[in-house]
């Protein structure tokens, strides 16, 4: 399994497709039919095939898809959590939760 992981490098041409994954987060974020849950997961199967279409279907390209996708997911949230306050439902869910 060591041997597996020892394989994959970070491909430089997938610092396009952290960008493209965050604004085709957004588009799914603002279509009605396309449930919050759903984005996580439709993002993640964008990111493999971008892998794999860049790199090849390898090892390499599917854990960088991932990669790509793990960092437009942690910049979009880091850049959401920055910048915007939180509202007053998302504070109230979240004392329901701590409690």
Do not use: C
């Amino acid at each position: 399994m060591v041997e597996l992981f020892s394989q994959v490098e970070v491909h430089p041409q997938l610092l396009i497709v952290v960008p493209a994954l965050m604004i085709l987060g957004n588009i799914f974020k603002k279509t009605p039919k396309v449930q919050d849950w759903m984005i996580l997961w439709l993002l993640l199967i964008a990111g493999i095939i971008s892998g794999i279409f860049t790199i090849g279907f390898t090892i390499n390209g599917i854990a960088n898809g991932i990669i790509a996708t793990g960092a437009a997911i942690t910049t979009h949230q880091a850049y959401k959590q920055t910048f915007f306050k939180r509202s007053d439902e998302d504070k109230k869910i979240f004392n329901k939760k701590k409690n």
